[in-house]
């Protein structure tokens, strides 16, 4: 190969790896701050003795150990570059700052520092590495633009390219392998490799490339040396470009004329793209940095490992994407939530007219001591502080919560309706923008209205309650969705046979639904919970009764447990006919008269045993007594008629 | 060689290792044959560098490029480590996936943590099938080298030990090294690349299968 064109080189890229944002963050957030002064850093690329073809072109690593101040932190594999960050405190200044006059400006500060020296022993004063950057601390994004500076030099090369002789390889190899790295040495006229002062009559060199590049071309790490030696007054050189484990050459320089030592050379080095091109880099590592990402992801992930080694089926997304009501939220509203963010739900809205009272936390997983004072000592309402605390547990949630009583039937409300009518709409107005209904309060009556609206709406809903020590978790059956009335599944209503009334005034004590072993309350949660799961997994709803099965296998109606004996069952029953929430006369008196139906049925119950037909069965129930109690004559026990028995009877 | 590999052995061979993956890595196209000009042409190696940190532990940092099919200005960066796991005793593949872009004067990378968001021609190229995904336990958390909480994704190493024995492969009479060489073959072909890109895989030796 024979040119006299000047030399061309390969030019130097940057590999950055995260750990180098991630320790430029924490500088910023910890200790710069404002401060845009520069930083010292340091890169490393690899030794020359463990390059292999494959290191084609010249990189620079930099990451968490750039920002050390130790130098030589890993001798055998690695070499230091030591050089300076700058760190603009906002996008525009790293846009607009004059990067031709800062390259400059680093240029001269090796020109100044080479102009210094006698030798090449000190290669870090000759190659140094800058890097311009901005970070977006909010996105994790990171914005930079590394440069090597290069001084120029003309320096033409003639004749040809020579492979070297493999006796000079060795000897180079010898010195690499045996010394501190030194990257430039003059070659004495019996071929003795010295980088101590430069001696004016040796005229060939040996420069100690970092890449092993198969081209032939030099890493542009030359450049600076080239002008030292033009600086020193050598006009004619020959340069030996050693690759470790590549072809290394041999070819000869000549110094244009043109050359005058005391004019500004030209300064190049700002990193060039794949393509070429100069221009910052950007890196988007939010996805490994940012902690609420890092959270939502390895949430998906745990629940994708579920989906492609246990259950390929799984529907996820189906999962993800349901928003939930859950009515209450005390111990099962606390328990059920937590379960569901298990799932990967994310969306929840808590309704609740309570607050946080100091016997909740110890059974309320979402609340804390805290919040039982706080507010002046009223302590937090329960609703918005469960939606607050879902957040704090999982940041991708959207969850919120609406502080409100639910119309309960037996409660008569006033005459102006006030309250009870608007808690009414807001309630409708949730149940219309949510998939699924948790019936989770703590009394029976507040669920009677909930009941209707879930038929009414169409709704999933789920009901779980709690005994003293036995649970209760069912699913409603859904008057919508079934083809055949006959076999539609029942609500929680549909075995009784009077209407649900007020069952909280008088209460004593020990009869509120709080006082139950504290185990159940979680318990009958997790079964909600998976039971919701099972069933909205099934491959169809409209087909599948009772005991019908899902992905997971079964999915029951209803589970009764009880742990006086840790025992429980499933039952399945029916819809009753005149269920006091779920027959069809309930739900057309709703349609047609909404809030009015409702009101007459808060008001008095007797008004809607009327309409399901419960009156009817109750009057049916006690003539059928009665019959029974005249079927069973006294003449046939044999007694005395003037015997008066009848206060025993009765 | 017992069927483990001691962090003494791992580190006196791991270059030597290195640079027959250097060597052999192929791109192995569903559409022609492993190792067709074609598809060797989308990828290549872009970094390989080799650190040693406190008390002897040493791995090497690799980056493949893999190019857009049909984009030139686009590409996949898979970066990655291989170290010893001083719990397991055994190699540990850590990853990183970037998907890179040059726009105008602007090259942009965006880290991905899921094969999803992957773009599909990469996911095609690569030979990612649900089927894989099934059997490649990724787990997520900072690498055990580095002092910083930014996040590598990795193969847990939990089977390794176990299926590695399964292998029984190493009764032969070859040298040391070639008995390790092939060890770290056949673990990066299981728990390394392989079991992420199948078909970003390593030509096998014939002397490892026999």
Known sequence: MSSSSPPKFNYINSFVDTSFFATLADLKLNKLKLDSSRIRIKGYSSHPNILTKFNDSPIINFDYSSFDSAEHSDHGNNIDWYGYIYNTNTIEEFKNIDKQKMLRKWGEEILENIQQLDSTEDYASFN???????????????????????????????????????????????????????????????????????????????????????????????????????????????????????????????????????????????????????????????????????AEQAVDLNLRLMKWRIAPELNLDDIKKKKVLLLGAGT????????????????????????????????????????????????????????????????????????????????????????????????????????????????????????????????????????????????????????????????????DVVAPEDSLSDRTLDQMCTVTRPGVASIASSLAVELYVSLIQRASFETSKGQSSSLFDEVPHQIRGFLHNFSSMKLHNLNYKHCSACSHAVLSNFRESGWDFVKNCMNDTKYLEDICGLSQVQREAEMASQSALNDLSLDELGLDDNEDFSEWIS | ???????????????????????????????????????????????????????????????????????????????????????????????????????????????????????????????IHSEIRKFTNISFDSHHMSPTSDIWMYLHPCDTKDVMRSFKMFHRNTSEEQQVLDYFTLWYNTFGMGALFPRLCLRIKPTALS
């Open chain 1, 128 to 294: 140094q590495v800058f890097a311009l950057t901005f970070s977006d601390l909010k996105k994790f994004k990171f914005y930079y633009w590394f440069a090597f500076p290069s001084i120029h030099s003309p320096w033409i090369q003639v004749g040809e390219v020579n492979h070297v002789s493999p006796e000079v390889q060795s000897m180079i190899r010898y010195e690499v392998s045996n010394t501190a790295f030194k990257q430039f040495f003059q070659l004495t006229n019996d071929y003795q490799l010295v980088s101590g002062k430069l001696h004016p009559n040796f005229n060939t060199f040996a420069f100690v490339d970092i890449c092993n590049n198969q081209n032939l071309t030099t890493s542009s790490q030359l450049k600076n040396y080239l002008y030292f030696l033009a600086l020193r007054d050598f006009k004619s050189i020959n340069i030996i470009s050693y690759k470790a484990d590549g072809p290394s050459v041999q070819f000869q320089l000549k110094l244009a004329d043109n050359f005058n030592k005391n004019e500004l050379p030209k300064i190049q080095g700002w990193e060039r793209s794949a393509h070429g091109k100069l221009g910052p880099k950007l890196a988007d590592v939010g996805a490994l940095s940012d902690p609420k990402r890092l």
């Open chain 1, 332 to 495: 099962l509203g606390s328990y059920v939530s937590r379960t569901l963010l298990g799932w990967g739900v994310r969306n929840f809205t808590f309704v609740d007219n309570g607050r946080v009272s100091y016997s909740n936390p110890v059974r309320q997983p979402l609340y804390f001591f805290k919040d039982c004072y706080a507010e002046n000592g009223k302590g937090e309402w329960k609703a918005l502080q469960a939606a607050k605390a879902l957040k704090e547990i999982f940041p991708d949630v959207q969850a919120k919560g609406e502080i409100m009583e639910i119309p309960m039937i037996g409660h008569p409300v006033d005459s102006s309706d006030g309250n009870a009518k608007e808690s009414f709409a807001r309630l409708c107005s949730l149940f219309e923008t949510h998939d699924v209904v948790f019936l989770l309060t703590d009394s029976r009556e507040s669920r009677w209205l909930p009941t209707v609206l879930g038929q009414s709406y169409n709704k999933t809903v789920i009901n779980a309650a709690l005994g003293f020590d036995s649970y209760l978790v069912m699913r409603h059956g859904n008057v919508q969705k079934e083809d055949f009335d006959a076999q539609r599944l029942g609500c929680y209503y549909c075995s």
């Open chain 2, 1 to 127: 060689m017992e069927y483990e590999l001691t962090n003494t052995r791992f580190n006196q061979y791991l270059l030597a290792f290195n640079k027959h993956l250097l060597e052999t890595t192929v791109l192995d196209s569903s559409d022609s044959h492993p190792g067709d000009k074609q598809s060797q042409s989308l990828f290549s190696f872009t970094n390989s560098t080799v650190k040693t940190v406190a008390q002897e532990k040493k791995y090497v940092l690799n980056q493949i490029k893999v190019r857009h099919p049909e984009s030139p200005n686009r590409s996949l960066l898979v970066t990655f480590t291989i170290s010893y796991d001083d719990f397991f005793t055994c190699p540990v593949f850590y990853f990183r996936i970037f998907e890179e872009v040059e726009i105008e004067n602007e090259t942009k990378s965006r880290a991905l943590l899921t094969i999803e968001d992957m773009d599909e021609s990469f996911q095609h190229l690569l030979g």
